[in-house]
């Protein structure tokens, strides 16, 4: 197939890329490069470089380049910022995903596939969690990626432009080309490693009273190349509608600083804080649907590989891209 990627210079987005590439499709990477980075981009794809609120840019990429199928990443990521600039998020993530809705039906693209969150769940009540499990976001990024969940629901309806959402937990790992890179850093591996390479003097830990085993937090990593291999069985597939994407299993804060202790073997040091407002607990996904419908079988579910892909990547690129 011809896909284009929308955010594929991102850290998902470059690493789905690249595997879709070495799986044998032609690619067109599309992304504004505001938070992704131009070192990023597979050399095997063609750039855009557009930002989605240009409506007739993104039409024109689209025109020019007719592209089958759509995998939408192109997106802003940060909760704590989404809590203090709301209009910033529904903008970027719900009325600038409409150009490039509007553009796909225009071009009469077979489907689109979208990179939502579990951040859908809010504070969920049943853990692992089921798609099934009513949808109420506790923040503003959660809130717009479940609109625009609800927008692909009406565009299949009415436009019959097919749709399937992969309600991610937590992405991490790298492949050997592509790994992870934001400025600034906001999620817990990445950070840890930072005190691993002498970057940061400690890691926080948000909290120690939870009822859990250890006090901290339980979540569910994924690793990226096992997302890429979800996306490509949901462009290809039959399927609509929204899936989990996690690997069942839970890690604590302690756990995973451990872990990067371990494939680093270097010295992690650790501050207690005060609990965030709106962490929950425990998250887990329930990912039974994937498996059944998409047929995925994720290859990564090993926190220890997952680490020692990321730290691999960060030893070959010190200070991650260019920049």
């Known amino acids: 197939m011809k896909i284009l990627v929308a955010g594929g210079a ?14 044998g499709h032609e690619v067109v990477v599309l992304d504004a490069l505001i938070k992704g980075h131009r070192d990023a981009v597979d050399p095997r ?8 609120e240009d409506a007739n840019a993104i039409a024109a990429a ?3 380049h007719r592209p089958e199928g759509i995998i939408h990443f192109a ?4 909760v704590g910022e989404s ?7 529904f903008r970027n993530n719900v009325s600038c995903g409409l150009n490039l809705l509007e553009a796909a039906v225009r071009c009469q693209v077979r489907k689109i596939v979208f ?5 859908v769940y809010g504070m969920p009540q049943t853990v692992p969690i089921p798609e099934g499990e009513p949808t109420r976001p506790v923040s503003v990024y959660g809130e717009s990626k479940l609109m625009f969940e609800r927008i692909l629901g009406w565009y299949r309806e009415v436009h019959g432009l097919p749709s399937v959402a992969l309600r991610y937990f937590n992405a991490a790992g790298a492949t050997a080309r592509y790994g992870e ?5 906001s999620h817990l591996i990445p950070i840890v490693m930072e005190v691993a390479e002498g970057r940061r003097p400690q890691v926080k830990i948000f909290g120690t009273d939870y009822p859990t085993p250890d006090g901290t937090c339980i979540r569910d990593y994924v690793h990226v190349l096992d997302l890429a291999q979800a996306h490509l069985q949901a462009l290809t597939s039959d399927a609509v509608g929204s899936f989990n ?5 839970g890690h604590s804060v302690r756990a995973v600083i451990d872990a990067v202790r371990t494939v680093t073997g270097k010295p992690i040091a650790v501050v207690e804080a005060e609990r965030r407002p709106g962490d929950p607990p425990r998250l887990i996904s329930d990912s039974g649907a994937a498996r059944r419908v998409l047929g995925w079988k994720p290859a990564y579910d090993d926190l220890h590989r997952l680490v020692e892909s990321a730290w691999a990547w960060r030893l070959k690129h010190p200070g991650g891209y260019a920049r």
């Open 181 to 185: 890179d934001h400025d600034p850093e």
């Open 115 to 119: 990179s939502s969150t579990a951040a």
């Open 75 to 78: 997106a802003f990521i940060e």
């Open 83 to 89: 809590m203090v600039d709301p209009g910033k998020y």
């Open 62 to 64: 689209l025109a020019a």
């Open 45 to 52: 794809a063609a750039f855009v470089q557009a930002h989605l």
């Open 245 to 249: 994407l996690g690997s069942g299993t």
């Open 10 to 23: 991102g850290f998902i987005g470059s690493c789905c890329t690249e595997y879709l590439l070495d799986h």
